[in-house]
């Protein structure tokens, strides 16, 4: 049905949808690398990495505009002898179970990262000491909820767990990243 002429305008037409649908699959692919170079691979929360350089524009946003900023360092209590008592496949479902309960919790505006091992962090912009008070209470109380009363999440008795939460704000405890990671760990060490 086409000749020789028919075919030349598609061929020309071919190439250039060829070349869209590589260029689309690149792209998909350096945005799949980028999210796994941010994200934590077990809790699919975000990385310490990543927080650290959110941290830093958080932060800058909250001087050039004047308005407040709070983080909140959590860490589990009890998690190392969950983890030595019940294996590490059980640790990782409850880490994943907690970071599920947290990202439930927080606002949608809030940056929540897997700090390390069993800690998280949690930025919150444009929000004052009596509002991180109050989002921490919340945080406590949703993980006491989902490791102790839901049933599917109910934790052995020998791995009781808890967590202990510290406080830092911009500017009352900290005008760098770096006073306010230090001065939120001290909190965190005092609360535990």
């Known amino acids: 049905v086409f000749d020789e002429e028919d075919l030349q305008p598609i061929q020309s037409i071919a190439t250039h949808a060829a070349i869209v649908m590589e260029r689309n699959e690149f792209y998909n692919k350096s945005e799949e690398l980028k999210k796994l170079t941010i994200t934590d691979p077990l809790t699919g929360l975000l990385n310490r990495r ?5 941290l830093k524009d958080e ?9 407040p900023m709070s983080l909140i360092m959590l860490d589990l209590d009890g998690f190392k002898n969950c983890n030595d008592t019940l294996g590490h496949l059980f640790g990782d479902k409850i880490l994943k179970d907690i970071a599920e309960t947290l990202l439930k919790t927080i606002r949608s505006m809030d940056v929540i990262a897997r700090y390390g091992g069993d800690e998280f962090m949690v930025i919150l912009p444009e929000t004052r ?23 599917e999440a109910a934790v052995p008795e020998p791995c009781a767990l808890t967590a202990s939460l510290g406080i ?3 500017p009352e405890h900290g005008d760098t990243v770096e006073s306010l990671l ?10 535990k």
Request: aromatic share 8%.
């Open 168 to 170: 830092a704000c911009y």
């Open 129 to 151: 000491e009596a509002g991180a008070v109050d989002i921490a209470e919340r945080l406590r109380t949703s993980l006491y909820k989902a490791v102790s009363i839901n049933p």
């Open 182 to 191: 230090d001065n939120v760990a001290k909190a965190l060490y005092r609360a």
């Open 59 to 67: 932060l800058a946003r909250s001087e050039r505009h004047v308005h």
């Open 50 to 54: 990543y927080l650290l350089e959110r």
